[in-house]
């Protein structure tokens, strides 16, 4: 016969009716198992950290990031390289096709000067595009990691940056927060900079939040 209302069932220990012990009901709308940690924490130091709506994800190791951060230089020094070239070999085209011709007047043996117009516009046009590029090349990271919450260096290595509160992307604010940082660490000669990226070494958490992740609120996980 079955046992009173009330008392444990044989082999389980637990009142019937009652939840398991460990049972969290908000656990399914927060994405990470029953029984298991709360949003945020990290599992005894074994590079996984539970986010909200993500569940239990690994994080990016510093080799990774260190990876993708020189994969990003790279291809963005390539970018650069490439549109220099360009812009020389265009200036050197137009000053062969309008070179400039000088003249001394016999009589008066002044100078004068004629043609290299195109050329002249040609360097003018070259240096607009050469900030353009700058501007970009400079809000690259920003722009990457707040629409996608990674650059491409990032995307080949399959990590993503991703707010620790809710496991979306950064957006542009807590982007921007994360990108300024080490470039105004910049300023300092470079120390700041270099500081800053290295600051995940001195995270105690075990979560490798930088100063800059702390202060947007992000994370770097491997998908």
């Not at 008392?7 to 939840?19: A, D, E, N, V």
């Not at 982007?175 to 660490?185: A, E, K, L, N």
Request: aromatic residues 10%.
């Amino acid at each position: 016969p079955p046992p009173p209302q009330g008392q444990p069932q044989p082999g389980y220990g637990y009142p019937q009716g009652q939840p398991q012990p460990g049972y969290d009901p908000n656990a399914a709308a927060y994405g990470y198992p029953q029984g298991g940690q709360a949003p945020g924490t990290i599992q005894a130091n074994n590079g996984y950290i539970n986010i909200p709506y993500l569940g239990t994800v690994q994080l990016a190791t510093m080799g990774q990031r260190f990876l993708a951060r020189l994969l990003d230089g790279v291809i963005l020094g390539v970018v650069y390289m490439i549109v220099m070239f360009a812009g020389v070999a265009g200036m050197v085209g137009l000053a062969e096709s309008d070179p400039v011709e000088c003249n001394v007047d016999p009589v008066t043996g002044m100078t004068s000067c004629s043609g290299g117009e195109a050329a002249l516009g040609g360097v003018a046009a070259f240096f607009v595009v050469v900030a353009i590029m700058s501007v970009l090349l400079l809000v690259y990271e920003w722009l990457m990691i707040s629409l996608k919450g990674a650059t491409l260096g990032k995307m080949a290595l399959g990590l993503k940056v991703v707010k620790e509160a809710d496991g979306q992307v950064p957006g542009l604010g807590a982007g921007f927060i994360r990108y300024i940082i080490p470039v105004v660490g910049s300023f300092l000669c470079g120390i700041g900079q270099i500081l800053v990226y290295l600051s995940p070494f001195f995270d105690s958490s075990g979560k490798l939040q930088g100063w800059h992740d702390r202060a947007a609120g992000t994370v770097v996980t491997k998908k």
